[in-house]
């Protein structure tokens, strides 16, 4: 399979750098438009500028000597003054008086940490007036100069935050772009794993993932083909031993027939006892090929076709057939339940022939005036069957593998095998989202079968 050419697919790289080349664009952008709104508010008057203290202080600096009597509204509030007398005694300032004895004592350690400016005016009347200042931008409202960080910070903090920002969207969208192609991929994958050969191809616009998305195509087709194959050649092997069981079955009854009518003619001696053999060994064989017919058309994938089923037909149908095989091997049947009448949502017929195959197997290993009993009940939100015989019960073995498919057991219940009855019920259960259970009777001898099944519809 070839990319087609109607899909636009590029390298990883290429998308990569894209994204790269995009993002760098963006933070370049949100960076100009941050200091141009910078700028503008320097224009406008929100902002002083770094040099506003300083040239302010100059064209001041002829009043602030020269005048009488000192006017503090000549110091701009972006600075801070302290006026001594002649004797260098403190008469005002505008620093705080923690800070002013600070300032005072430590002039120039305060100075060279807080990276200030000092200028030294000496009056005409003798007295000194130092005033502090930082070549650094400034809020003109004095509300935002006590609430917020200077400008400079609040700008870097505004591109950090900006360039934070763009990564984590930028990320998003390689993020998302990324996995919308990957999706496209693992839902080939699944779809595979799954057997569902039969998906639509779908191609991403990365050129890796579609090679990827090619190597899974081909492995699609190859074992799409392989399947096919070995269907074809399990259900020819199917049909084959399936007209062999058929043919098999006309010979059978011929010797079944000629056996019967021989007994007739030697009602005693040797040769009687030869003919009931071979009438055993017929039915033996019989056993073995209605197992054979039953394996053929039973798969492990059971078709499952539900519907909505009254409970007590369902139960008055089994009891009546259970009533009648239970009958013939002179057994007793019991059927005991205590659920009022319901609709369940399941494949009555397999249902049926799962019950009926437990039951069946029960009546082999139950002897002449024993007792069959099947209760139901729910449990766990499941419906659950259970049948209980007066049998020898399982042994420890026989709880392990007697659901296995024609599990025989010498030693247990006469050399009888388990056929595929088990096998079948256990198969039906999980086809109906419940479970086969396989137990020894603790009242009394004999085995338990638990048969559950989800009957609520989905």
């Not at 620093?95 to 060279?112: A, M, W």
């Amino acid at each position: 399979m070839e990319i087609k050419k109607n899909v636009k697919s590029k390298s990883i790289f290429y998308v990569f750098l894209s994204y790269i080349i995009r993002y760098s664009i963006a933070i370049v952008i949100s960076i100009i438009l941050i200091l141009f709104t910078f700028n503008l508010s320097i224009l406008n008057g929100y902002i002083l500028p770094a040099n506003y203290t300083e040239n302010i202080i100059l064209s001041k600096k002829e009043e602030i000597i020269n005048n009488r009597e000192f006017n503090k509204d000549l110091i701009p509030n972006t600075a801070k003054y302290v006026l001594y007398d002649k004797n260098y005694s403190v008469i005002s300032s505008n620093l705080p008086n923690n800070l002013l004895n600070e300032f005072v004592h430590s002039k120039e350690k305060k100075l060279k940490r807080e990276r200030s400016i000092l200028k030294v005016y000496e009056r005409k009347n003798g007295e000194k007036i130092e005033i502090i200042y930082n070549i650094k931008p400034e809020f003109a409202s004095i509300n935002l100069q006590k609430k917020l960080p200077s400008p400079e910070v609040l700008l870097i903090l505004c591109i950090v935050i900006n360039i934070i920002s763009i990564s984590a969207i930028m990320s998003l969208l390689f993020n998302r772009k990324i996995k919308k192609e990957i999706n496209i991929v693992l839902e080939a994958t699944n779809a595979v794993s799954e057997k569902r050969l039969d998906f639509k191809e779908n191609y991403t616009k990365i050129n890796e993932f579609n090679r990827i998305l090619d190597s899974i195509n081909n492995l699609r087709v190859a074992l799409n083909d392989s399947l096919i194959s070995q269907w074809n050649e399990q259900n020819n092997k199917k049909i084959q031993l399936s007209s062999i069981a058929h043919d098999v079955k006309t010979p059978l009854t011929l010797i079944k027939c000629n056996a019967e009518l021989l007994t007739e003619e030697y009602t005693r001696g040797k040769n009687k006892k030869l003919l009931n053999n071979i009438i055993a060994g017929e039915k033996k064989i019989e056993e073995y090929m209605e197992i054979l017919m039953d394996s053929l058309l039973m798969d492990r994938t059971i078709g499952v076709n539900n519907k909505n089923v009254f409970l007590n037909e369902l139960l008055n149908d089994i009891k009546n057939h259970s009533t009648i095989l239970c009958k013939s091997n002179d057994i007793m049947f019991k059927l005991e339940c205590d659920i009022s009448d319901m609709k369940i949502y399941i494949d009555e017929q397999l249902v049926k022939r799962a019950l009926m195959n437990i039951i069946s197997n029960a009546c082999k290993h139950t002897k002449e005036g024993g007792i069959i009993s099947l209760k139901v009940e729910t449990e766990d939100y499941l419906l659950k069957f259970t049948v209980l015989d007066e049998g020898e019960g399982f042994t420890d073995e026989g709880l392990k593998n007697a659901s296995k498919f024609l599990y025989t057991n010498d030693k247990e219940r006469s050399g009888k095998n388990y056929g595929i009855g088990l096998f079948v019920a256990e198969l039906v259960a999980s086809n109906h989202g419940g479970k086969l259970i396989l137990s020894n009777r603790k009242d009394t001898r004999g085995a338990s079968v638990s048969f559950f099944i989800n009957s609520i519809r989905e």
